[in-house]
Structure formats: structure tokens, C-alpha cells
């Protein structure tokens, strides 16, 4: 029985060293965050969504990208209960700043920094990835190589902030260091009982890598309360823009 126990504790050590070495560290006590996102948690390795990590977010339609910053504002609603401050960058911005509080989030909370280039938006994502201070730091950009991908993994090993890469409309969906990449497609909301106006945000949740995990697809809605998984499935009527791969 000792023995078997031993080659259990190695098992789990090396399991922990495999995730160290991806940029997936075992959360320490009291650090987990829970995301509200139960099914897609349970996806991921150790059944947790993975901090202080990259994290890489796939568009390639104006309402591909508004779904998607939603959905990223709701998973920041999350991180940033705890007090901390997010750094919104990128150069072409599409999404509303006072629209982010039906997410639980205070605008004023959220820095948003707006540059011409996007070499800067990289280089600034990378910087700010460095900064303890901050709680995540959310990029819109196109194109990322995995060199690039690669230091920015770095530097949230350094220092623990958690990075949200959205890339617009890419040439390719190349190989990154991210440890995810996800699809994010906005669904038709419902309202109850046939009442008149908009229902709450739907998405469509494709997680298509996740590193020692278990990639699959999900739907949620946001409410009061917040992420909320639907167990009936909902067609997808947003037409897909077929995306070339790399």
C-alpha cells in the first residue's frame, strides 16, 4: 500500500512539474478563482480556470468580437472582485466602456490605452503583462507569432497577472504559447415571458485547446447572478466565416 501511495505522490509531482513547465501552476490556497463557468472549469487542468496565464481569444466578425469582449468582461468581473485594476489595450477599440458594468465591472477600474500601431499595442501588452499590480491586462490585435507568444507567457509567470489576448480578424490561427484558444459566437437572447426588449448576452463557448485539458464546446447566458450554463443546446444561427489554419 506504501508503495503504491509513493508512486501516486510521484505521479502527482511530475503532473505538477509537466504544468509548471506549460505556465500552469497549481493555484495556491485561497488564490482559485471561480469563474462561474462550471462545465468549462471542469475542462480545465485541475478544474480550475488557469491564472496567471495567456489566454487566446479568436475573431472574425464586428459581432464576433463584441461577443467576445463580453464574454472576457464577464471572466474579468470575476478576477477583479478582489480589488486590482485592468489595462484594456489595443488600437481599433470595440467595445463601450459604460456597457462593461452589466458585467459587474466599474469602468473606472478598467485603463484603457488606445495606440496607433500594433507593434505598440504589443509591445505595451508585454509590459504590462510585467506589472504585479495589475489584476489582467486584455489586448486587441491581429497577428502574434509564437516567439511573441512566447514572452508574453513569460512574463505572467513573473508576475502572476492573468493576459486576455483577442486577435481580429487573423491571417492565420498559427501556433501561440497561449495555454487556450477559444471561439466565441453570440446567440439570441430570450426574454422571460415573452416580455418586449433584450434579453440577457448568450454565447456560444468553443474552447478549442486548452494545455492538459479537455477541449469542447458550451453555451452560457449572463444574468443577475452571472455565467450560466444552458443544458438545452441553441443553434447557432450567426454564420461562421471559414478561417484559414496555419
Not at 50 to 75: C, D, R, W
Not at 88 to 94: A, V
Not at 120 to 130: I, N, P, R, S
Amino acid at each position: 500500500m506504501e508503495q503504491i501511495a509513493t508512486k501516486t505522490e510521484i505521479f502527482n509531482q511530475l503532473q505538477q512539474e509537466i504544468l509548471r513547465l506549460q505556465g500552469l501552476s497549481k493555484p495556491t490556497t485561497g488564490s482559485a478563482i471561480r469563474t462561474g463557468l462550471g462545465p468549462v472549469e471542469a475542462a480545465c487542468p485541475g478544474g480550475v480556470f488557469p491564472m496567471a496565464a495567456v489566454h487566446e481569444f479568436l475573431s472574425y466578425q464586428k459581432e464576433h468580437a463584441a461577443a467576445t469582449n463580453g464574454f472576457i468582461s464577464g471572466i474579468l468581473g470575476r478576477l477583479m472582485l478582489s480589488g486590482g485594476s485592468c489595462l484594456w489595450i489595443g488600437n481599433k477599440r470595440t467595445i463601450f466602456p459604460a456597457a462593461m458594468k452589466i458585467f459587474g465591472l466599474e469602468p473606472d477600474r478598467i485603463i484603457f490605452l488606445d495606440l496607433e500601431r500594433e507593434k505598440d499595442v504589443l509591445w505595451a501588452t508585454e509590459e504590462a503583462l510585467k506589472c504585479e499590480g495589475l489584476a489582467a491586462v486584455v489586448s486587441e490585435l491581429s497577428e502574434l507569432s509564437f516567439t511573441e507568444s512566447r514572452r508574453l507567457q513569460l512574463a505572467v509567470e513573473q508576475s502572476h497577472v492573468t493576459g486576455f489576448i483577442h486577435r481580429y480578424y487573423p491571417r492565420k490561427e498559427n501556433t501561440v504559447a497561449c495555454v487556450s484558444r477559444w471561439r466565441i459566437l453570440p446567440l439570441a437572447s430570450e426574454m422571460d415571458s415573452n416580455l418586449p426588449g433584450i434579453g440577457f448576452p448568450r454565447w456560444n463557448v468553443e474552447l478549442r485547446k486548452i494545455k492538459n485539458g479537455r477541449p469542447g464546446t458550451w453555451q452560457f447566458e449572463w444574468s443577475d447572478t452571472g455565467f450560466r450554463h444552458l443544458s438545452t443546446a441553441i443553434p447557432v444561427a450567426i454564420s461562421q466565416k471559414v478561417s484559414q489554419t496555419g
